[in-house]
């Protein structure tokens, strides 16, 4: 089972921060890679990072690369998201899925875990 959640309030100020995090439940970290993606009504799920624990890999769309950064903590088996300078078209619902792959795609079809939604709203 995956879980994600906010780390603070949802709704930031532009150029605020805000930390999202990943639980895996019932996975071994290390066995599965993990990824975020986000959504906004009316579009494509967008990819946003993604981890491969096992291969030490990190890899980031194109409009979050430089500003936000995928962590993954073998303790307590979760994976972050902190996401620095946000900008008010970062706002979207983000979440997170897993793959029991060493390394997921960058499309939504390559996990088979998904945890529920959280919203993040960035304010000009």
């Known amino acids: 089972e995956v879980s994600c959640r906010r780390l603070g309030e949802g709704l930031v100020q532009a150029g605020g921060s805000l930390k999202l995090r990943c639980a895996a439940s019932g996975l071994t970290f290390g066995t599965y890679a993990m990824a975020w993606f986000r959504q906004t009504p009316g579009k494509e799920r967008e990819f946003v990072a993604r981890?491969?624990?096992?291969?030490?890999?990190?890899d980031y769309g194109h409009s979050v690369k430089g500003r936000f950064t995928i962590s993954g903590d073998g303790a307590e088996n979760t994976v972050n998201l902190q996401m620095n300078t946000l900008k008010p078209e970062d706002t979207a619902a983000y979440c997170c899925?897993?793959?029991?792959?060493?390394?997921?795609?960058?499309?939504?079809?390559?996990?088979?875990?998904w945890g529920r939604g959280t919203l993040v709203t960035v304010s000009s």
């Open positions: 899925a897993a793959t029991n792959a060493v390394i997921g795609g960058t499309v939504a079809s390559s996990y088979d875990y």
């Open positions: 981890i491969s624990q096992s291969r030490g890999i990190t």
